[in-house]
């Protein structure tokens, strides 16, 4: 385990040696409630005592500034911060990307997000859309860097062009292992932004530790994220969204539990059980979600426990699920239909997998793993691609 005295995250390095880049500057800071420093003290409230009276305006990603909004597609309004009396504009309300009107005030934005290393978690995708306004409006980006909760290990196909949605702007798998500081530098360049760009790296974080081994604190970063647990899941459980079982979202272990009126566990067992899935154990339960999917009815599945964190596939291990659901109950199970997150048309399960033919090939029962060795070599070229970006050993 590594002391948490050897881990500082960017937000405390700019609070103790600020970047040229940032002298005298007015400042706008994409933030929400999770943005913390290692004593829980929020980065509004510091960078305003650290920089006073240059803090102009904050911005807030999907389920707002205190990730009050539950579910996709709920939106934030602008608000007033109540304790600054800054205006917050909402990045995930009227607009996705935020209107060259509201950098008018600014001449740097600071990011500060606490992201969890998967392709369709939205806020990596706010941060792109930032960086194409400031381009536009010759507005500079600083980004405080945090780890990647997940670590450096990539998993999952490739996104493909057609499946770009706001889960996937640009061409990264499913599990990324880049922190939001690298990916914003690799988007920059590849997607041919040209933003005024600086991460302020963390200090002490090596690529191949997990977050509990970077001994700072979890502060949930969306209300269907409470733990590392969660996260952890998350690359594979994620997938969920785009059909009728539930995610367990209306329960107290989202991602971690799913299940629907329809699944006979033992079935389910007996159908992934020639797959080598390393690292977890599916324990058979019925759980009863408060709100979403089958709110207030009983669901026959499973909780996802993770025994060996390093061993732990999860989007092997959720994309096995999903072709023995498809194969068994090919009636009861369904996909969701649109919209999802501001797609109208496409297969909402397309959207998540990034890639057409990876649903196809499930559907059709080639085996996953068979699956898995014809996206090695996109994920091989990924790695050489980041090779430039990477911040961290």
């Not at 800071?29 to 005592?49: G, V």
């Not at 009227?94 to 209107?99: G, I, L, V």
């Not at 990916?183 to 933003?195: K, T, V, Y």
């Not at 996909?335 to 499930?362: A, H, N, Q, T």
Request: with cysteine; aromatic share 10%; proline share 7%.
């Amino acid at each position: 385990m590594h002391s948490p005295e050897k881990i500082h995250i960017g937000l405390e390095v700019v609070l103790r040696s600020p970047p040229e880049l940032m002298r005298g500057k007015r400042l706008g800071l994409l933030c929400n409630q999770a943005s913390t420093d290692s004593r829980f003290r929020h980065s509004r409230d510091l960078i305003m005592e650290r920089f006073p009276g240059r803090l102009r305006c904050l911005f807030s990603p999907q389920h707002g500034f205190f990730s009050a909004k539950q579910d996709n597609m709920v939106e934030s309004d602008h608000a007033v911060d109540p304790v600054s009396g800054l205006v917050i504009y909402s990045l995930y309300g009227e607009t996705r990307k935020p209107y060259p009107s509201m950098f008018k005030d600014i001449d740097l934005l600071l990011v500060d997000l606490v992201d969890v290393g998967t392709r369709v978690y939205t806020f990596i995708w706010t941060v792109i859309h930032c960086l194409q306004t400031a381009a536009e409006t010759g507005t500079g980006v600083v980004i405080l860097d945090r780890p990647n909760p997940l670590g450096g290990r990539v998993e999952g196909n490739v996104l493909k062009p057609d499946c770009a949605s706001f889960v996937g702007l640009h061409s990264i798998p499913m599990r990324h292992g880049l922190s939001v500081g690298e990916l914003a530098l690799l988007c920059n360049q590849e997607m041919g932004i040209g933003a005024e760009l600086e991460v302020v790296p963390v200090q002490g974080w090596l690529r191949d530790m997990l977050f509990p081994e970077t001994g700072l604190p979890w502060v949930f970063p969306s209300p269907n994220m409470p733990t590392f647990a969660t996260a952890l899941v998350y690359p594979g459980q994620v997938i969920w969204e785009g059909s009728n079982v539930s995610e367990g979202r209306g329960t107290s272990l989202p991602f971690e539990l799913f299940g629907a009126p329809f699944i006979d566990v033992d079935e389910v067992l007996a159908e992934v059980a020639a797959t080598d899935l390393p690292g977890c154990l599916l324990r058979p339960l019925v759980f009863e979600p408060t709100s979403g999917k089958w709110a207030q009815t009983g669901c026959r599945g499973f909780q996802l426990h993770v025994t060996n964190m390093r061993r732990f596939m999860p989007y092997r291990t959720s994309l096995a699920l999903l072709q023995a659901l498809l194969k068994l109950y090919p009636r009861q199970f369904s996909y969701k239909e649109p919209p999802y997150e501001y797609e109208f048309e496409r297969l909402p399960m397309d959207l998540i997998l990034g890639d057409r033919e990876v649903r196809r090939s499930i559907e059709q029962g080639v085996d996953i793993i068979e699956i898995e060795d014809g996206w090695q070599m996109e994920l091989v070229e990924f790695q050489q691609r980041c090779s430039s970006v990477l911040l961290y050993e």
